[in-house]
């Protein structure tokens, strides 16, 4: 019995890798992605940093520009700030529940922005992670248009990570690859604050 399901698993696996073998041969072309981390789910921030990590692992130069977050105490920061192939900012004032105040809250967006701006049109960085960027433009803090226009404008070899929940239909549009991040249990609901090394 065990044997016959052994050769089912093999004879199974041997028409899976045909199938991926076949999808591998067809992906040919090679260009900057826009990637964008939706969704009501941890881990969309997260996974942004685990592409930092992983483009440097080959030896690429990485910018981040955290929107919104204003801490400057976080694990993520603390490490990949010190990497020579990073350039970090956290450009927020926090968030829009505790600035309550809308029109500075778009004095910031614009002027993290610029900071962005340059990033997106500098061919030396190989991957932009724009952390927080969805709620600038749901909020209407910068002007979609010029944003997706900067994003469709980037090197050509340059990838994007966009993170944030609320993601316009338009920049979805705009994306590659877009990961809607499910919030299915989440322990801050029980009562427990933010811990080190997982949420700060």
Known sequence: MADERDVRHAERMARKKAVVDAAIGRAQDERGLLLVLTGNGKGKSSSAFGMVARALGHGLKAGVAQFIKSRTDTGEEAFFSR???VEWHVLGDGFTWDTQDRRQDIVTAKRGWNVAERMLQDPAFNLVVLDELTYLLSYGYLDTGLVLDRL??????????????AALPALIELADTVSVIEDNKHAFRAG????????L
Do not use: E
Not at 154 to 165: A, I, K, L, W
């Open 83 to 85: 990497q020579p192939n």
């Open 192 to 199: 427990v604050k933010a811990q080190k090394g997982i949420d």
């Open 152 to 165: 469709a404008q980037r090197p050509p070899m340059q990838h994007v990570v966009v993170t944030g929940r």
